[in-house]
Every structure is written in structure tokens, then in C-alpha cells.
């Protein structure tokens, strides 16, 4: 299931429990340290735990210690939040329709300043919580089988509406009539997917 971009801090596995590094097992002493990554929680030695990366999803402001992997997917993740994010709040012009139903409603979608919200204004507003949305598919045309000269026409999004058990699925399409609108779209097409691909590898995190 997606997530809400935010994380919260894991708690620490306490110093009693870990006498040895949770990576090499290196016996914590006078020389050799014990620190705790911010992103897990484990009990690492300097060597396994020495990088410092930054953490936005923690709200984390300078860089903090974290172990080998999660470096790796903080790494990939201040891309996102350098690059796609931007992408995301500005919003796109989409055409947007609802379940089943043939009436399509011109809507500018974008991401609530507080990553939890996914806004879709147009005659009607709508606010979709983030950690409620279940799939995203990016709908494609000219597919090749090597995968070239594909572009992003728009998007399936299922969600549960809160209160509710069952699935609604909304169908985002760019609205090609708006030349100048096409590059945008397809860039928050872009952020939309890398963001659905992030949530879906930390979900167990």
C-alpha cells in the first residue's frame, strides 16, 4: 500500500540488547563505539553506521547517521525530494473522471504543501489522503517493445475513501488541447510515478 511521505522515528533498539554491531559483529567497547542509525534504530560500529545522508522524510534538516542501506534509499529519496517533489506541489492540468461514469471534469491536480494530500480542483474539489491510495498505474501510448518512444498519457489511481472499504478508481488524463500543458503533465505524470515507486519500496521500512 502507498504511504504517507512522512516517516516517523523508529525506536531505538536499546544498547542493552546489542553488545555486538547488528552488521560485522564487531564487539562494542572503549574503541569501538555503538551508534544508532536514525533511519532503522540498529546498533551499528562507526565503520557500519559512518555515513551521514540527508533524511527529509523525518523532517531532518543537516544530514544524520544512518547504515549502509538505509544511506542507499535516503540517497534515492533526497533525488526525489530535490527534483520530483517540486513537480508534484505545482500540480498539472488534467482531464479527471470518476469510477464508471463517461463525464470527464478539467482539474488541476496537485500534492497538499504537507505531502498528505492529494488536491484535484476544477468545478468540484476533491482531497484524496495519500496513505489511503492502494495503486498508481501510468497510462502509456506509443509502446515499443524495447520500451522506447513511450510517453505518459495519464493515470489509474485506486484509493479507499476514508470511511470506507471499498475501492473508488479515478482516470487522469493530460488534456492535450493545452499545448503548453503536455511537458508539464507528463513531468507530474514522471514525479507521480517515482513517487508511488519510492512509497512501494519503503513500505516495509
Known amino acids: 500500500l502507498f504511504r504517507s511521505l512522512c516517516l516517523e522515528e523508529p525506536p531505538w533498539v536499546p544498547d542493552r540488547e546489542c553488545p555486538r554491531c547488528m ?70 492540468t488534467f482531464f479527471v473522471t470518476v469510477e464508471a461514469s463517461e463525464k470527464s471534469e478539467t482539474m488541476i491536480c496537485r500534492l497538499s504543501n504537507n505531502h498528505r494530500y492529494l488536491i484535484l480542483d476544477g468545478s468540484t474539489h476533491q482531497e484524496i489522503e495519500v496513505n489511503r491510495i492502494s495503486s498508481v498505474k501510468i ?31 479515478i482516470k ?15 513531468s507530474w505524470l514522471a514525479a507521480m510515478h517515482k513517487a508511488a515507486k519510492l512509497l512501494y519500496e519503503s513500505r516495509d521500512q
Open 23 to 92: 552488521q560485522c559483529e564487531a564487539k562494542f567497547d572503549f574503541l569501538t563505539r555503538k551508534h544508532h542509525c536514525r533511519r532503522c534504530g540498529k546498533c551499528f560500529c562507526d565503520k557500519c553506521c559512518s555515513k551521514k545522508v540527508p533524511l527529509p522524510r523525518m523532517c531532518f534538516v543537516d544530514p544524520v547517521r544512518q547504515c549502509a542501506d538505509c544511506a542507499l534509499t535516503s540517497q534515492k529519496e533526497t533525488e526525489f525530494y530535490d527534483r520530483q517533489l517540486k513537480v508534484l506541489l505545482n500540480g498539472a
Open 139 to 169: 497510462l502509456t501510448e506509443g509502446f515499443t517493445p524495447g520500451g522506447g518512444n513511450s510517453r505518459a498519457t495519464g493515470m489509474l489511481l485506486q484509493y479507499k475513501p476514508s470511511g470506507s472499504e471499498d475501492f473508488k478508481q
Open 172 to 186: 487522469f488524463i493530460s488534456s492535450e488541447d493545452i499545448n503548453s500543458n503536455k511537458k508539464l503533465s507528463a
